[in-house]
């Protein structure tokens, strides 16, 4: 579904991506795990065609959508009327934006501005435009950043139920239980490089360990 | 096509729910209604004059007292705050992150900068009704409108509108923050400030480089001529401007090719202004016609079948030069079919001291078809027979020229304050705040 072949990017002078190869097969629900600045989120804006490549090259036969962390699109603008907007552009029945809004809990906040929304809110007022879109590949970047418990295992369920419906699912996401519990493949990103992947059972190979994710993450 | 209106909408709501447009409005209402108080004012104290005297009231005309100074505002409003609207259109989807959720969804950068450009040239078209509502005022107070002179005024402050848009477009998508774009959006409209000033009163370079300031661009519009080239030079800035913007919002693109893509963009447009000046064509859209002969000379020197080549030996900062270029050449140049005018003068000739030592300077020289004669004067009434004798063309007849009546109006009070002051900007508070409560039922 998704090539990357010497993946390289460099900004302001400095190497911040170097010689990835990967690839994402349709269906799977890839996670992306790495330290603060291991280059997660410049590999999901490269993989967007948000940031020039350096080097090598990005294929894919599909369209995608990539959800930035940390944006607040469209401030002024009501949670309903954007979903609603989402759900016009992607020609959605009401019914599954309907859906939606339940799924993620987000009627008590239709009327509210996306800039007057807690992080939590906003977070899932995104995800639910994301998923409105019909892109098959979706990018996703912290999807569970600043939701509690319930509302990540929810989100959590949305994901999976996204996968069960024919989409596939590049996730980066920071909590490794979370990661473990919710991905099926993982790539290992550590200061720009990609030092591992495969599925949990491939890495504790690789690694030499019969731990959970976090300790394969840290024996890597 | 669902796509593309569900967008519009988006882009369109976008915008009104800022309070830049309400700002624009409130400032544009009241510099609008000072102004046009202001003109009305010395207006009706020569029209007070020009009353008892018929010879005095030719020289009043509302075009130039009335609304030129009126569409000034909307001169000023573009150049100092409309920049920093159109600034906030692009500048806000990048920092908000709507830039790549829309570059995400598909759309293409230049359609997301189309869309933009659309919206504020559609809200620019509205703010231009405060000026045009004060001349509506002026006719229902009994004052004479010129339409074609207004319309071109109208379309001259709408254009000079969109190239402030695109380039204020354009530095959204150069700049990294809004500041950064808004120093850039300012440094080329005050600039265009400071080379039409340092034009007018420095001469030298300043002088060279002040027919590409802005605000001369705007200025024979307001003298009520329709310059041909204008027509070409504008759009051809405006879409280079859009092209260029679309190109640097996009974060993906390689710097190398945005760099080439400018370096091509720059250059078409130092092409087509090097095009455009060589088209001399105006339209005269004055009603007292005061940029073209009679219709009668018209007539017959549109009648001259060969070349006629015009040397002048004169410097351009001479005063000659000017008078002769208003009065004579600019004229000859709308009717002659085929007419070349040369200027063989050094600058160095003529300098600050005075005149040059060369005794052929001052000399304009007229050649038709092997023969030549010359002359020194700047006046239509010694040039016209001159021209007529040389190109062997018939003078017109005397016929009796209508003379412009001109339209001496006096008012007692100031009129309209109550329309700019309080019922415009009371108007744009009631829809902002109904945009602010606005909340769309979800389907």
């Not at chain 2, 995400?104 to 659309?118: A, E, N, W």
């Not at chain 2, 809004?178 to 959006?185: E, I, N, Y």
């Not at chain 2, 002088?207 to 590409?212: G, K, M």
């Not at chain 2, 021209?387 to 339209?407: K, S, V």
């Amino acid at each position: 579904m998704l090539e990357a072949r010497n993946l390289s990017v460099r900004l302001g002078g400095q190497p911040i991506l170097q010689g990835l190869n990967f690839e994402i097969q349709k269906g799977e629900r890839l996670g992306l795990i790495g330290p603060n600045g291991a280059g997660k989120t410049t590999l999901l804006e490269a993989l967007a065609g948000l940031l020039p490549l350096a080097e090598g090259r990005i294929e894919h036969r599909v369209q995608l959508f990539y959800l930035p962390d940390g944006i607040t699109p469209w401030a002024d603008l009501r949670v309903g009327e954007l979903m609603t907007t989402f759900q016009r552009l992607h020609h959605r029945e009401v019914g599954e934006r309907k859906r939606l809004t339940s799924d993620l809990d987000l009627e008590p906040v239709q009327g509210k501005r996306m800039r007057e929304l807690s992080k939590g809110n906003r977070k899932r007022a995104l995800l639910a435009l994301a998923f409105l879109t019909r892109a098959p590949l979706l990018l996703l970047d912290e999807p569970f950043d600043g939701l509690d418990i319930h509302q990540a295992r929810r989100a959590m369920d949305l994901i999976q139920a996204q996968q069960a419906s024919g989409r596939t699912l590049l996730l980066s996401i920071h909590e490794l239980r979370q990661a473990e519990g919710l991905c099926e493949r993982f790539l290992i990103l550590v200061a720009g490089r990609l030092v591992a992947s495969g599925t949990l059972g491939e890495l504790r190979a690789h690694t030499g360990t019969t731990d959970g994710l976090e300790e394969v993450f840290l024996a890597v | 096509m669902r796509f593309d209106v569900t967008l519009w909408r988006l882009e369109l709501r976008q915008f009104l729910t800022g309070r830049a447009w309400f700002g624009l409005t409130l400032i544009l209402s009241v510099l609008v209604g000072s102004t046009f108080a202001q003109a009305v004012g010395i207006f009706s104290e020569g029209s007070r004059s020009a009353l008892a005297s018929p010879d005095l009231a030719q020289g009043l005309n509302p075009y130039d007292g009335i609304l030129v100074p009126t569409f000034g505002s909307a001169y000023l409003v573009a150049t100092l705050l409309l920049p920093f609207v159109a600034i906030r259109q692009i500048g806000q989807d990048r920092e908000s992150g709507a830039l790549k959720l829309l570059l995400g969804l598909g759309c293409s950068p230049l359609r997301i900068v189309l869309r933009k450009f659309l919206v504020l040239a559609l809200a620019w078209a509205v703010f231009l009704l405060v000026p045009l509502s004060a001349a509506l005022l002026w006719m229902r107070l009994g004052g004479h409108v010129h339409g074609p002179a207004f319309a071109g005024l109208f379309l001259g402050h709408f254009c000079y509108g969109l190239v402030v848009i695109a380039l204020a477009l354009l530095a959204g998508s150069l700049g990294r923050s809004a500041a950064t774009a808004s120093l850039l959006v300012l440094a080329a409209t005050l600039g265009s400030w400071v080379l039409d000033f340092g034009g007018a009163a420095g001469g030298g370079w300043l002088s060279r480089l002040a027919p590409l300031s802005l605000t001369q661009a705007l200025r024979p519009l307001e003298r009520g001529l329709l310059p041909l080239g204008h027509l070409l030079t504008w759009p051809a800035l405006v879409m280079v401007a859009l092209a260029l913007a679309a190109c640097w919002l996009h974060p993906g693109r390689p710097i190398v090719r945005k760099g080439i893509s400018s370096l091509a963009g720059v250059a078409l447009v130092l092409l087509v202004f090097l095009g455009a000046a060589r088209i001399q064509h105006s339209w005269d859209l004055t009603e007292d016609r005061r940029h073209s002969f009679p219709i009668a000379v018209e007539r017959a020197l549109a009648g001259i079948p060969g070349h006629l080549e015009i040397e002048v030996r004169l410097d351009a900062e001479d005063p000659r030069w000017m008078d002769l270029d208003r009065g004579i050449l600019h004229r000859l140049q709308r009717v002659v079919p085929h007419l070349r005018v040369v200027r063989t003068i050094a600058t160095a000739a003529f300098g600050r001291t005075g005149p040059s030592s060369d005794d052929r300077y001052g000399e304009v020289i007229y050649r038709y078809q092997g023969r030549e004669d010359m002359s020194r004067s700047t006046s239509s009434e010694e040039i016209l027979p001159l021209i007529y004798t040389l190109t062997e063309t018939p003078p017109p007849a005397e016929g009796p020229e209508i003379a412009y009546p001109g339209y001496p109006r006096v008012l007692a009070s100031p009129p309209g304050m109550l329309w700019f002051r309080l019922f415009l900007p009371l108007l744009a508070l009631a829809l902002w705040a109904w945009q602010r409560i606005y909340n769309p039922k979800p389907i």
